[in-house]
């Protein structure tokens, strides 16, 4: 087996796992927002857009697989967890914004005078019947899409870079975000739901390395770890360029999350690259629509007694539903749970790579960050802990926790030894 052959290989897999259309809507939107700040908001979205999920790759390489993830907390958590991660990045938010982000991007450019409520309805229908028929004839078109969308979807961005830094878009205004720019970066990078996703993808790569041979651990970090140089090479350069282009049209307003991506590429390739953006993006949320469509349907017919293929129609027609509100109100709703989610996820994540074993650890930090991250989605005052006001008031008192429950466990083993 060539070594170089296959990290190369799994590098561009992990990139196309994680790429898709949230990937593309939301760095443009960060950079109109911080405009002349667009470095140090770039750096917090790296963290949660390109850090978080390899971490979470690599977490697998301790757990196995997605019954262990947070199992030492207790296996009811585990369950209920794993539910509520599969009900984001699936039925509740992110299949229904492949819908939205179909419309916004891949329809309505074509058809601007036509009734947006709908053309929107029309939309949806037809997108998730689609999902619908690919997912349960399990056709190999999704797999065509997959192998052929991601390079045209490069070229274009490719093109997209190359013009607007040789073009003079706009000049970078100052942000409008109080606070951190920084921490806008970071907490923006949340809707990427990448690192929520890593969790599902990790048993995905560790499975498919087992398969090749690769079972012992250390040599699936070698691998894991420089494929993961790869996709974080290829996604730093998307997060990167597309920050800040959107930075230099950080003067205009009122822009949506779709229209700020649409017009960049209107400003660089005329309406024949927006047209042609728009179908490539459309036709990759297909893909992603159908993969977790399947996922979820999957999940959900394994915990309960209703059959697969009744899950994939009623998360279809909900999706439907959902879409037609619209891209940007879909986004609304799911960053209460994300501030939530994604701290639990952060210390799930490291407390697995650290290859923690005491399950008190486990439960404490858990809770202190999850009624935290409550309290902060309440809006209650928490300004005397460090870092509250950056949005991370759960940082702090979770290392705090986690330092003490070590050291209360190891005193209680020296104390009384097995």
């Known amino acids: 087996m060539n070594k170089k052959k296959e990290i190369i290989i799994l590098g561009f897999a992990l990139f196309s796992m994680f790429f898709g259309a949230g990937n593309l809507l939301f760095p443009p939107s960060v950079g109109v927002a911080v405009g002349q700040s667009w470095l140090p908001a770039s750096l917090g979205f790296f963290l949660t857009g390109i850090g978080l999920p390899l971490l979470g790759i690599l977490a697998f390489t301790k757990v196995g697989n997605l019954d262990e993830f947070a199992n030492k907390v207790s296996p009811k958590f585990n369950s209920i967890y794993s539910t509520v991660l599969i009900l984001v990045i699936g039925p509740l938010f992110a299949i229904p914004r492949t819908g939205?982000?179909?419309?916004?991007?891949?329809?309505?450019?074509?058809?601007?005078?036509?009734?947006?409520?709908?053309?929107?309805?029309?939309?949806?229908?037809?997108?998730?019947?689609?999902?619908?028929?690919?997912?349960?004839?399990?056709?190999?078109?999704?797999?065509?899409l997959g192998k052929f969308l991601t390079p045209i979807i490069l070229v274009i961005l490719s093109l997209i870079t190359i013009l607007g830094f040789t073009k003079t878009l706009g000049t970078p205004v100052p942000t409008t975000i109080s606070g951190s720019q920084f921490s806008y970066g970071f907490i923006s990078g949340y809707q990427t739901m990448d690192a929520?996703?890593?969790?599902?993808?990790?048993?995905?790569?560790?499975?498919?390395?087992?398969?090749?041979?690769?079972?012992?651990?250390?040599e699936q970090k070698s691998y894991l770890s420089n494929a993961g140089f790869i996709a974080a090479f290829g996604l730093g350069f998307i997060y990167l360029s597309l920050i800040y282009l959107?930075?230099?049209?950080?003067?205009?307003?009122?822009?949506?999350?779709?229209?700020?991506?649409?017009?960049?590429?209107?400003?660089t390739l005329g309406n024949v690259g927006k047209i042609a953006f728009g179908i490539c993006v459309a036709a990759?949320?297909?893909?992603?629509?159908?993969?977790?469509?399947?996922?979820?349907?999957?999940?959900?017919?394994?915990?309960?007694?209703?059959?697969?293929?009744?899950?994939?129609?009623?998360?279809?027609?909900?999706?439907?539903?959902?879409?037609?509100?619209?891209?940007?109100?879909?986004?609304?709703?799911?960053?209460?749970?994300?501030?939530?989610?994604?701290?639990?996820?952060?210390?799930?994540?490291?407390?697995?790579?650290?290859?923690?074993?005491n399950h008190y650890t486990f439960k404490f930090v858990v809770l202190i960050t999850f009624s935290i991250s409550i309290l902060e989605l309440f809006k209650v005052n928490l300004s005397f802990i460090p870092f509250a006001n950056d949005g991370f008031?759960?940082?702090?008192?979770?290392?705090?926790?986690?330092?003490?429950?070590?050291?209360?466990s190891n005193l209680n083993k020296k104390s009384f030894p097995a």
Not at 249 to 267: N, Y
Not at 395 to 408: E, G, H, K, Q, R
């Open 393 to 408: 008031a759960w940082f702090l008192p979770a290392i705090i926790t986690f330092i003490l429950t070590s050291f209360i």
């Open 284 to 357: 990759a949320c297909l893909t992603t629509s159908v993969g977790l469509v399947a996922l979820a349907s999957d999940w959900f017919s394994k915990i309960t007694k209703i059959s697969y293929k009744t899950f994939t129609i009623l998360i279809c027609l909900f999706s439907t539903i959902l879409s037609v509100a619209g891209l940007d109100y879909i986004i609304s709703l799911s960053v209460p749970v994300l501030v939530i989610l994604y701290p639990i996820t952060i210390v799930l994540i490291l407390l697995n790579i650290f290859n923690i074993q």
């Open 246 to 267: 959107g930075a230099q049209i950080s003067s205009i307003k009122g822009l949506s999350t779709a229209q700020t991506t649409l017009t960049l590429a209107q400003m």
């Open 100 to 144: 939205s982000t179909t419309f916004e991007m891949g329809i309505l450019p074509l058809f601007p005078n036509v009734d947006h409520f709908i053309l929107a309805l029309i939309t949806s229908v037809l997108f998730f019947a689609l999902t619908l028929f690919l997912v349960l004839n399990e056709s190999s078109i999704t797999d065509i």
């Open 196 to 218: 929520l996703a890593s969790v599902l993808f990790g048993v995905i790569i560790i499975r498919g390395l087992e398969g090749k041979g690769i079972t012992d651990v250390k």
